[in-house]
């Protein structure tokens, strides 16, 4: 059974950083495309980025140069860095996998099909 769990998520000032990480279990990162979505409440789910099976990675317009996510393959971990953070970037984070089989995709980003699911990691940000 395929499960995400994120963590790292927090409270922190305008200007500073955060990383998360997603660990997998049921499955290896490295052959899958993964991802990174925000929510704020009351709004629709944002993708700001994904990294391909190749190690490629594609960010959102309004994050691009803050964040970077990467993949550490020896601890099959998905990795957002976010640095300068801003109040705007206040959401709960999700990871996702496009893992294939019969989950139902739920969101799509830079040519992947999401279909598995962390619960989240909540990110606040004072200015």
């Known amino acids: 059974q395929v499960r995400l769990e994120e963590s790292g998520g927090g409270s922190v000032q305008a200007g500073g950083s955060l990383k998360l990480s997603c660990p997998a279990s049921?499955?290896?990162?490295?052959?899958?495309?993964m991802g990174w979505f925000r929510q704020i409440p009351g709004k629709e789910r944002e993708g700001v980025a994904r990294?391909?099976?190749?190690?490629?990675?594609e960010y959102a317009d309004s994050v691009k140069g803050r964040f970077t996510i990467s993949k550490d393959y020896a601890n099959n971990t998905l990795h957002l860095e976010i640095s300068n953070l801003k109040p705007e970037d206040t959401a709960v984070y999700y990871c996702?996998?496009?893992?294939?089989?019969?989950?139902?995709?739920?969101?799509?980003?830079?040519?992947?099909?999401?279909?598995?699911w962390g619960r989240g990691t909540q990110v606040t940000v004072s200015s």
């Open positions: 990294i391909g099976s190749n190690g490629s990675a």
């Open positions: 049921g499955a290896t990162y490295s052959r899958f495309c």
């Open positions: 996702a996998a496009e893992f294939g089989g019969p989950a139902k995709v739920q969101a799509s980003l830079f040519g992947c099909s999401f279909n598995y």
